[in-house]
Protein backbone atom coordinates (compact mmCIF):
# COMPACT_ATOMS: atom_id res chain seq x y z
CA UNK A 1 0.00 0.00 0.00
CA UNK A 2 1.15 3.83 -0.78
CA UNK A 3 0.29 6.93 0.23
CA UNK A 4 -1.38 8.87 -3.01
CA UNK A 5 -3.47 12.16 -1.77
CA UNK A 6 -4.46 13.23 1.49
CA UNK A 7 -7.32 15.86 2.28
CA UNK A 8 -7.04 17.47 5.67
CA UNK A 9 -10.60 19.12 6.32
CA UNK A 10 -10.92 21.22 9.10
CA UNK A 11 -15.03 21.04 10.49
CA UNK A 12 -16.51 23.12 13.30
CA UNK A 13 -20.07 21.19 14.62
CA UNK A 14 -22.00 23.19 17.77
CA UNK A 15 -22.63 21.46 20.58
CA UNK A 16 -25.24 20.22 21.52
CA UNK A 17 -25.11 21.10 25.48
CA UNK A 18 -21.96 23.69 26.33
CA UNK A 19 -18.81 21.89 27.77
CA UNK A 20 -16.96 23.27 30.70
CA UNK A 21 -14.43 21.71 32.44
CA UNK A 22 -11.06 23.29 34.35
CA UNK A 23 -9.44 23.86 30.84
CA UNK A 24 -12.45 26.20 29.62
CA UNK A 25 -15.41 26.16 28.03
CA UNK A 26 -16.21 24.65 24.52
CA UNK A 27 -19.52 26.13 22.78
CA UNK A 28 -18.37 24.14 19.34
CA UNK A 29 -16.57 21.00 18.15
CA UNK A 30 -13.69 22.46 15.64
CA UNK A 31 -12.16 19.31 14.45
CA UNK A 32 -9.40 18.53 12.37
CA UNK A 33 -10.48 15.53 9.84
CA UNK A 34 -7.53 13.77 7.74
CA UNK A 35 -9.20 11.52 4.06
CA UNK A 36 -5.86 9.03 3.39
CA UNK A 37 -6.34 7.92 -0.09
CA UNK A 38 -4.31 5.38 -0.69
CA UNK A 39 -3.25 2.66 -3.38
CA UNK A 40 -5.74 0.49 -1.63
CA UNK A 41 -8.50 2.78 -0.98
CA UNK A 42 -9.69 5.50 1.21
CA UNK A 43 -9.22 5.43 4.88
CA UNK A 44 -10.58 8.65 8.01
CA UNK A 45 -8.47 9.91 10.68
CA UNK A 46 -9.82 12.32 13.54
CA UNK A 47 -7.85 14.56 15.58
CA UNK A 48 -8.82 14.90 19.33
CA UNK A 49 -6.81 18.54 19.35
CA UNK A 50 -9.02 21.44 20.64
CA UNK A 51 -8.46 24.61 19.29
CA UNK A 52 -6.04 26.27 22.04
CA UNK A 53 -3.42 24.11 24.14
CA UNK A 54 -4.81 23.14 27.60
CA UNK A 55 -5.42 19.79 27.88
CA UNK A 56 -1.96 19.38 26.50
CA UNK A 57 0.75 21.08 24.11
CA UNK A 58 -1.06 20.24 21.01
CA UNK A 59 -3.54 22.58 19.44
CA UNK A 60 -5.25 22.33 15.98
CA UNK A 61 -3.44 24.44 13.20
CA UNK A 62 -0.72 23.31 15.13
CA UNK A 63 -1.34 19.54 14.47
CA UNK A 64 -2.45 20.38 10.98
CA UNK A 65 1.10 22.20 10.55
CA UNK A 66 3.25 19.23 11.84
CA UNK A 67 1.00 16.41 9.68
CA UNK A 68 1.07 18.66 6.18
CA UNK A 69 5.14 19.60 6.66
CA UNK A 70 6.69 16.29 8.23
CA UNK A 71 4.27 13.37 9.21
CA UNK A 72 2.81 12.86 5.56
CA UNK A 73 6.09 13.40 4.11
CA UNK A 74 7.84 10.71 5.80
CA UNK A 75 4.51 8.10 5.30
CA UNK A 76 4.59 8.93 1.38
CA UNK A 77 8.41 7.92 1.43
CA UNK A 78 6.75 4.70 2.72
CA UNK A 79 6.52 1.92 -0.29
CA UNK A 80 5.08 -0.69 1.87
CA UNK A 81 3.16 1.48 3.92
CA UNK A 82 1.40 -0.35 6.76
CA UNK A 83 -0.15 1.67 10.27
CA UNK A 84 3.08 0.37 12.07
CA UNK A 85 5.08 0.98 9.82
CA UNK A 86 3.45 4.73 9.43
CA UNK A 87 3.87 5.19 13.17
CA UNK A 88 7.65 4.26 12.83
CA UNK A 89 8.15 6.75 10.06
CA UNK A 90 6.53 9.04 12.38
CA UNK A 91 8.70 8.52 15.57
CA UNK A 92 11.73 10.23 13.97
CA UNK A 93 9.99 13.40 15.02
CA UNK A 94 9.50 13.83 19.33
CA UNK A 95 6.00 14.91 20.22
CA UNK A 96 2.89 15.78 18.55
CA UNK A 97 1.05 12.41 19.84
CA UNK A 98 -2.46 13.28 18.72
CA UNK A 99 -1.13 14.79 15.33
CA UNK A 100 0.24 11.18 14.57
CA UNK A 101 -2.65 9.35 16.10
CA UNK A 102 -4.37 11.54 13.25
CA UNK A 103 -2.53 9.66 10.22
CA UNK A 104 -2.44 6.53 11.99
CA UNK A 105 -6.31 6.46 12.57
CA UNK A 106 -6.69 6.89 8.81
CA UNK A 107 -3.90 4.85 7.06
CA UNK A 108 -5.20 2.00 9.67
CA UNK A 109 -8.52 2.33 8.40
CA UNK A 110 -7.28 2.08 4.76
CA UNK A 111 -5.48 -0.86 5.32
CA UNK A 112 -7.88 -2.68 7.39
CA UNK A 113 -10.37 -1.69 4.58
CA UNK A 114 -8.79 -3.33 2.01
CA UNK A 115 -8.29 -6.26 4.56
CA UNK A 116 -11.58 -6.39 5.27
CA UNK A 117 -10.72 -6.37 8.87
CA UNK A 118 -12.11 -4.37 11.28
CA UNK A 119 -10.10 -1.96 14.05
CA UNK A 120 -12.02 -4.21 16.83
CA UNK A 121 -10.45 -7.40 15.13
CA UNK A 122 -6.95 -6.30 14.37
CA UNK A 123 -6.67 -4.64 17.77
CA UNK A 124 -7.43 -8.20 19.67
CA UNK A 125 -11.51 -7.06 21.11
CA UNK A 126 -12.79 -9.39 23.01
CA UNK A 127 -16.62 -7.83 23.91
CA UNK A 128 -19.45 -6.87 20.89
CA UNK A 129 -20.26 -4.41 23.08
CA UNK A 130 -19.11 -1.01 25.66
CA UNK A 131 -20.59 0.03 28.34
CA UNK A 132 -20.80 4.20 28.55
CA UNK A 133 -20.19 6.77 31.19
CA UNK A 134 -20.90 10.31 31.25
CA UNK A 135 -18.67 13.03 31.56
CA UNK A 136 -20.59 15.95 33.16
CA UNK A 137 -18.83 19.62 32.52
CA UNK A 138 -19.12 22.21 35.19
CA UNK A 139 -22.76 23.50 35.82
CA UNK A 140 -23.37 26.98 36.90
CA UNK A 141 -25.09 25.88 40.11
CA UNK A 142 -25.56 22.53 41.99
CA UNK A 143 -29.44 22.69 41.40
CA UNK A 144 -28.71 22.56 37.90
CA UNK A 145 -26.31 20.10 37.86
CA UNK A 146 -28.59 17.72 39.48
CA UNK A 147 -31.13 18.17 37.07
CA UNK A 148 -28.25 17.34 34.15
CA UNK A 149 -27.30 14.47 35.77
CA UNK A 150 -30.98 13.02 36.41
CA UNK A 151 -31.42 13.18 32.89
CA UNK A 152 -28.08 11.10 32.33
CA UNK A 153 -29.05 8.25 34.86
CA UNK A 154 -32.62 8.28 33.11
CA UNK A 155 -31.19 7.98 29.29
CA UNK A 156 -29.57 4.64 31.33
CA UNK A 157 -25.43 5.77 31.50
CA UNK A 158 -23.50 3.08 33.41
CA UNK A 159 -21.30 5.76 35.28
CA UNK A 160 -21.13 9.45 36.14
CA UNK A 161 -17.97 11.31 35.80
CA UNK A 162 -18.00 14.62 37.05
CA UNK A 163 -15.71 17.52 36.40
CA UNK A 164 -14.03 19.22 39.34
CA UNK A 165 -11.89 22.26 39.86
CA UNK A 166 -11.04 24.37 42.77
CA UNK A 167 -14.30 25.81 44.14
CA UNK A 168 -16.03 23.49 42.57
CA UNK A 169 -15.18 20.24 44.09
CA UNK A 170 -16.96 18.97 47.73
CA UNK A 171 -20.24 20.44 47.20
CA UNK A 172 -20.96 19.06 43.60
CA UNK A 173 -19.90 15.36 44.25
CA UNK A 174 -21.79 15.75 47.91
CA UNK A 175 -24.83 16.61 46.12
CA UNK A 176 -24.76 13.91 43.45
CA UNK A 177 -24.13 11.32 45.84
CA UNK A 178 -26.54 12.60 48.27
CA UNK A 179 -28.91 12.33 45.56
CA UNK A 180 -28.26 9.07 43.56
CA UNK A 181 -26.26 6.89 45.87
CA UNK A 182 -26.18 3.96 44.29
CA UNK A 183 -24.73 5.34 41.15
CA UNK A 184 -20.88 4.37 39.77
CA UNK A 185 -19.23 8.01 40.56
CA UNK A 186 -16.21 9.58 39.71
CA UNK A 187 -14.35 13.10 39.31
CA UNK A 188 -11.56 14.55 37.11
CA UNK A 189 -9.95 17.10 37.62
CA UNK A 190 -7.77 17.92 34.38
CA UNK A 191 -4.56 18.64 36.53
CA UNK A 192 -6.44 21.46 37.93
CA UNK A 193 -4.73 20.67 41.86
CA UNK A 194 -1.31 20.17 43.25
CA UNK A 195 -0.13 18.27 46.25
CA UNK A 196 -0.76 21.05 48.67
CA UNK A 197 -4.30 20.47 48.24
CA UNK A 198 -4.13 17.10 49.48
CA UNK A 199 -6.18 17.57 52.99
CA UNK A 200 -9.11 19.28 51.13
CA UNK A 201 -9.04 16.07 48.05
CA UNK A 202 -8.98 13.68 50.64
CA UNK A 203 -12.44 15.12 52.18
CA UNK A 204 -13.14 13.11 48.41
CA UNK A 205 -13.42 9.75 49.96
CA UNK A 206 -16.57 10.41 52.07
CA UNK A 207 -18.30 9.93 48.37
CA UNK A 208 -17.11 6.59 47.82
CA UNK A 209 -15.99 7.43 44.49
CA UNK A 210 -14.87 4.94 41.73
CA UNK A 211 -11.49 6.80 41.14
CA UNK A 212 -10.45 10.76 40.85
CA UNK A 213 -9.07 11.85 37.59
CA UNK A 214 -5.42 13.40 37.13
CA UNK A 215 -5.76 15.85 40.40
CA UNK A 216 -2.69 17.05 39.79
CA UNK A 217 -0.25 18.36 36.77
CA UNK A 218 1.04 15.96 33.77
CA UNK A 219 4.85 15.38 34.77
CA UNK A 220 3.59 15.04 39.00
CA UNK A 221 4.25 11.50 39.16
CA UNK A 222 5.99 11.85 42.42
CA UNK A 223 3.91 13.89 43.84
CA UNK A 224 0.39 11.49 42.83
CA UNK A 225 2.03 8.70 44.44
CA UNK A 226 2.25 11.01 47.77
CA UNK A 227 -1.41 11.73 47.21
CA UNK A 228 -2.53 8.39 46.64
CA UNK A 229 -0.81 7.31 49.68
CA UNK A 230 -3.30 10.03 51.88
CA UNK A 231 -6.29 8.92 49.85
CA UNK A 232 -8.62 6.19 50.05
CA UNK A 233 -10.01 6.87 46.61
CA UNK A 234 -7.97 5.52 44.08
CA UNK A 235 -6.33 7.93 41.66
CA UNK A 236 -6.44 7.44 37.76
CA UNK A 237 -4.12 9.30 34.89
CA UNK A 238 -5.35 10.83 31.90
CA UNK A 239 -3.18 13.41 30.88
CA UNK A 240 0.17 11.88 32.43
CA UNK A 241 0.03 8.90 30.50
CA UNK A 242 1.60 9.57 27.16
CA UNK A 243 3.19 6.51 26.38
CA UNK A 244 3.34 2.90 27.41
CA UNK A 245 6.88 3.89 29.15
CA UNK A 246 4.79 6.21 31.01
CA UNK A 247 2.27 3.74 32.09
CA UNK A 248 5.37 1.63 33.65
CA UNK A 249 6.50 4.61 35.30
CA UNK A 250 3.37 5.79 36.57
CA UNK A 251 2.49 1.88 37.92
CA UNK A 252 5.76 1.29 39.39
CA UNK A 253 6.18 4.73 41.13
CA UNK A 254 2.48 4.06 43.04
CA UNK A 255 1.36 7.15 41.01
CA UNK A 256 -1.69 5.36 39.88
CA UNK A 257 -3.99 2.45 40.38
CA UNK A 258 -6.21 2.66 37.38
CA UNK A 259 -5.28 4.09 33.81
CA UNK A 260 -7.59 6.04 31.33
CA UNK A 261 -5.72 5.33 27.99
CA UNK A 262 -6.99 7.76 25.21
CA UNK A 263 -5.30 6.94 21.81
CA UNK A 264 -5.06 10.56 20.62
CA UNK A 265 -2.96 11.54 23.51
CA UNK A 266 -0.23 8.60 23.52
CA UNK A 267 0.51 8.99 19.57
CA UNK A 268 -2.24 6.07 18.29
CA UNK A 269 -4.28 3.13 18.59
CA UNK A 270 -1.04 0.90 18.65
CA UNK A 271 0.60 2.49 21.55
CA UNK A 272 -3.13 2.69 23.29
CA UNK A 273 -2.81 -0.96 22.89
CA UNK A 274 0.57 -1.37 24.38
CA UNK A 275 -0.19 0.75 27.44
CA UNK A 276 -3.29 -1.72 27.85
CA UNK A 277 -0.74 -4.28 27.64
CA UNK A 278 1.41 -3.34 30.16
CA UNK A 279 -1.55 -2.15 32.56
CA UNK A 280 -3.21 -5.78 32.45
CA UNK A 281 0.72 -7.32 33.14
CA UNK A 282 0.58 -5.44 36.32
CA UNK A 283 -3.18 -5.71 37.12
CA UNK A 284 -3.87 -2.19 36.38
CA UNK A 285 -7.73 -1.19 35.22
CA UNK A 286 -7.94 0.52 32.00
CA UNK A 287 -10.81 2.37 30.64
CA UNK A 288 -11.18 4.37 27.42
CA UNK A 289 -11.15 8.07 27.18
CA UNK A 290 -12.79 10.29 25.20
CA UNK A 291 -12.17 14.11 23.39
CA UNK A 292 -16.08 14.88 22.55
CA UNK A 293 -15.19 12.60 19.10
CA UNK A 294 -17.34 12.53 16.19
CA UNK A 295 -18.79 8.77 15.15
CA UNK A 296 -15.40 8.41 13.11
CA UNK A 297 -13.38 8.78 16.64
CA UNK A 298 -15.66 6.59 18.55
CA UNK A 299 -15.70 3.91 16.27
CA UNK A 300 -12.06 3.56 16.60
CA UNK A 301 -12.51 4.22 20.37
CA UNK A 302 -15.36 1.66 20.75
CA UNK A 303 -12.99 -1.26 19.09
CA UNK A 304 -10.08 -0.07 21.44
CA UNK A 305 -12.22 -0.16 24.50
CA UNK A 306 -13.31 -4.02 24.12
CA UNK A 307 -10.16 -5.02 24.74
CA UNK A 308 -10.00 -7.90 27.62
CA UNK A 309 -8.43 -5.16 30.56
CA UNK A 310 -11.00 -2.22 29.63
CA UNK A 311 -13.12 -3.17 32.77
CA UNK A 312 -14.83 0.18 33.41
CA UNK A 313 -16.85 2.25 31.51
CA UNK A 314 -15.59 4.48 28.86
CA UNK A 315 -16.42 7.91 27.81
CA UNK A 316 -17.85 7.21 24.41
CA UNK A 317 -21.35 8.62 23.92
CA UNK A 318 -24.33 8.45 21.80
CA UNK A 319 -24.05 11.07 19.00
CA UNK A 320 -27.08 13.01 20.50
CA UNK A 321 -24.78 13.86 23.45
CA UNK A 322 -22.80 16.34 21.86
CA UNK A 323 -24.11 16.84 18.29
CA UNK A 324 -27.80 16.97 16.75
CA UNK A 325 -26.49 15.77 13.67
CA UNK A 326 -23.30 14.04 13.94
CA UNK A 327 -20.85 13.49 10.62
CA UNK A 328 -21.27 9.30 10.55
CA UNK A 329 -24.93 7.57 10.88
CA UNK A 330 -26.10 8.34 14.68
CA UNK A 331 -23.99 6.12 16.94
CA UNK A 332 -26.95 5.08 19.60
CA UNK A 333 -26.60 3.68 23.16
CA UNK A 334 -29.42 0.59 24.25
CA UNK A 335 -29.26 0.21 28.20
CA UNK A 336 -26.47 2.03 28.92
CA UNK A 337 -24.14 0.07 25.97
CA UNK A 338 -23.10 0.85 22.89
CA UNK A 339 -22.02 -1.57 20.34
CA UNK A 340 -18.75 -2.05 18.53
CA UNK A 341 -18.76 -1.55 15.13
CA UNK A 342 -17.93 -4.83 13.21
CA UNK A 343 -17.25 -3.67 9.41
CA UNK A 344 -14.34 -3.25 7.88
CA UNK A 345 -11.70 -0.46 8.86
CA UNK A 346 -13.63 1.63 11.02
CA UNK A 347 -16.96 0.10 10.60
CA UNK A 348 -18.75 4.16 9.93
CA UNK A 349 -18.36 5.94 7.37
CA UNK A 350 -18.44 9.86 7.28
CA UNK A 351 -21.97 11.59 5.34
CA UNK A 352 -19.94 13.36 3.50
CA UNK A 353 -22.73 15.92 2.14
CA UNK A 354 -23.02 16.36 6.18
CA UNK A 355 -19.07 16.85 6.36
CA UNK A 356 -19.20 19.06 3.73
CA UNK A 357 -21.75 21.02 5.44
CA UNK A 358 -19.64 21.73 8.29
CA UNK A 359 -16.48 22.27 6.52
CA UNK A 360 -14.52 25.85 7.83
CA UNK A 361 -11.50 25.00 5.54
CA UNK A 362 -9.74 22.21 3.28
CA UNK A 363 -6.17 21.53 2.26
CA UNK A 364 -4.83 18.98 -0.38
CA UNK A 365 -1.55 17.14 -0.28
CA UNK A 366 -0.49 15.30 -2.73
CA UNK A 367 1.98 11.94 -1.53
O1 LIG B 1 -10.02 14.84 30.64
O2 LIG B 1 -11.24 13.31 29.88
C1 LIG B 1 -10.84 14.47 29.83
C2 LIG B 1 -12.76 16.36 27.09
C3 LIG B 1 -11.78 17.18 26.62
C4 LIG B 1 -10.54 17.16 27.22
C5 LIG B 1 -10.27 16.29 28.27
C6 LIG B 1 -11.24 15.43 28.73
C7 LIG B 1 -12.52 15.48 28.14
C8 LIG B 1 -13.66 14.68 28.57
C9 LIG B 1 -14.70 14.39 27.55
O3 LIG B 1 -13.81 14.31 29.70
C10 LIG B 1 -15.32 13.07 27.66
C11 LIG B 1 -16.08 12.70 26.41
O4 LIG B 1 -15.56 12.76 25.28
O5 LIG B 1 -17.26 12.36 26.55
MG1 LIG C 1 -9.56 13.32 31.95
Aim: charged share 20%; glycine share 8%.
Amino acid sequence: MKLERVELRRIDIPLSTPFRTSLGLELNRDILLLRADTSEGPGWGECVAMPEPGYSEEYLDGAAEIIRRFLLPAVAALDELTPARAAAAMAAFPGHPMAKATVEMAVMDAWLRARRTSYADHLGAVRTVVDCGVSVGIADTIGLLIAEVSGYVDQGYRRIKLKIEPGWDLEPVRAIRERFPDIALQADANAAYTLADARHLAALDAFDLVMLEQPLGSGDLRDHAALARMLRTPICLDESITSARAATDAIGLGACAIVNIKAGRVGGYLEARRIHDVCVAHSVPVWCGGMLETGLGQAANLALAALPGFTLPADIVPSERYFATDVTAPIRMSEGRIAVPGGPGLGLEPMLEVVEGYTTDVVTVTG
